[in-house]
T-cell receptor, first 115, second 118 residues
Framework: AQSVTQPDIHITVSEGASLELRCNYSYGATPYLFWYVQSPGQGLQLLLK??????LVQGIKGFEAEFKRSQSSFNLRKPSVHWSDAAEYFC?????????????FGTGTRLLVSP | DTGVSQDPRHKITKRGQNVTFRCDPI?????LYWYRQTLGQGPEFLTY????????KSRLLSDRFSAERPKGSFSTLEIQRTEQGDSAMYLCASSLGLAGGRGGNEQFFGPGTRLTVL
């Protein structure tokens, strides 16, 4: 069964500083990987996804993530954080494209941005 | 494309009452999912529809929960005899599955229905 670990519950970053949020997954094959962002009281917005091919994927709002099979990781990065990036970030893993495709989410990392 | 919508956005009920939530997916999406998110946790899968067929249910979905998607468009999630432990955000998502079961992994989420059981 799939599982996702986000080891950091909270991270505080100064505005303008770089950001890296960690995500480790467990899955028997090459998974589909996602990062979602959730603002307080809101639903989830997809930031980026990895299905196959280039292991460095670009997303919206200046985010990128790198798939590292050897480390079972899919860390999210941003070179310069803006105050509006403060939110909760969820990493998720999905099954291969054939058949049923629920997403399994990590417990999330709350990003705080200090002035 | 107006996105996934959910109604109501908030629901406060007393323990023992029944509640029903509605989800309207993106119009061309044939797959619909329900998730539950409790405070401080990530969303957890509840159930999944392909068109009008409910193809998978999580063990989290007790007998008090029922979901329908009668015409393969909108879906409803009903909770009977609510308990305080049912308090959570209920999220709906939809995706487009392609022929042969391919595709559909990019799920688009609605804003959620926050349920508070007193």
């Amino acid at each position: 069964a799939q599982s996702v670990t986000q080891p950091d519950i909270h991270i505080t970053v100064s505005e303008g500083a770089s950001l890296e949020l960690r995500c480790n997954y467990s899955y028997g094959a090459t998974p589909y990987l996602f990062w979602y962002v959730q603002s307080p009281g809101q639903g989830l917005q997809l930031l980026l996804k990895y299905f196959s091919g280039d292991t460095l994927v670009q997303g919206i709002k200046g985010f990128e993530a790198e798939f590292k099979r050897s480390q079972s990781s899919f860390n999210l990065r941003k070179p310069s954080v803006h105050w509006s990036d403060a939110a909760e970030y969820f990493c998720a893993v999905g099954a291969p494209p054939i058949g049923f495709q629920k997403l399994v989410f990590g417990t999330g990392t709350r990003l705080l941005v200090s002035p | 494309d107006t996105g996934v919508s959910q109604d109501p956005r908030h629901k406060i009920t007393k323990r023992g009452q029944n509640v029903t939530f509605r989800c309207d997916p993106i119009s061309e999406h044939n797959r619909l999912y329900w998730y539950r998110q409790t405070l401080g946790q990530g969303p957890e899968f509840l159930t999944y529809f392909q068109n009008e067929a409910q193809l998978e249910k999580s063990r989290l979905l007790s007998d008090r929960f029922s979901a329908e998607r009668p015409k393969g468009s909108f879906s409803t999630l009903e909770i009977q005899r609510t308990e305080q432990g049912d308090s959570a955000m209920y999220l709906c998502a939809s995706s487009l599955g392609l022929a042969g079961g391919r595709g559909g992994n990019e799920q688009f989420f609605g804003p959620g229905t926050r349920l508070t059981v007193l």
